[in-house]
């Protein structure tokens, strides 16, 4: 038995979540190793190495951070500096950057996101939500344990 076992067989099940059971995996797979696919279903994660280049990730930066100082200034000018979990200076949510820049578009339809979506979920997935988190340097906040929209 998994830990992911025990704790399915030991938590409360809200009323909504009737009939769910976790689906395999089985391949093919366009981008995860069989191995890696396994891990995902007994442990729910797996390191996928070396996913994204560096000039991807310098390119995503360039595109997200003019939406970020927009985003922390908009908090500044709140009593207190703090919406929800976002304090400005501190930590930033940017809301749907994919809507907002034609790199960040590229980055969650392409490679690897689509791969990993066709190989964990199905061939039929959709990108509902996207957001960038900055937890900004020489910020003592901590960001609590959480789940997000699970």
């Not at 025990?6 to 409360?12: C, F, G, L, R, S």
């Not at 900004?136 to 344990?145: A, C, F, G, Q, T």
Request: charge should be negative; aromatic fraction near 10%.
């Amino acid at each position: 038995m998994t830990a992911a076992d025990v704790a399915a067989a030991t938590a409360d099940l809200h009323a909504w979540n009737t009939g769910f059971e976790w689906p395999s995996h089985p391949g093919p797979y366009r981008l995860v190793s069989p191995e890696q696919a396994s891990q995902y279903d007994e442990q729910g994660y797996f390191l996928l190495e070396d996913a994204v280049a560096l000039a991807v990730l310098d390119e995503l930066r360039a595109a997200i951070e003019p939406h970020e100082r927009k985003v922390n200034d908009f908090l500044k000018q709140l009593d207190g500096g703090r919406f929800e979990v976002a304090a400005a200076d501190a930590l930033t949510v940017t809301l749907h950057p994919s809507t907002l820049s034609d790199a960040c578009r590229r980055f969650v339809s392409g490679k690897p996101f689509a791969d990993l979506g066709h190989d964990l979920i199905g061939p039929d997935v959709r990108l509902y939500w996207d957001q960038a988190v900055y937890k900004l340097p020489h910020n003592d906040d901590v960001v609590p344990w959480h789940q997000d929209n699970g």
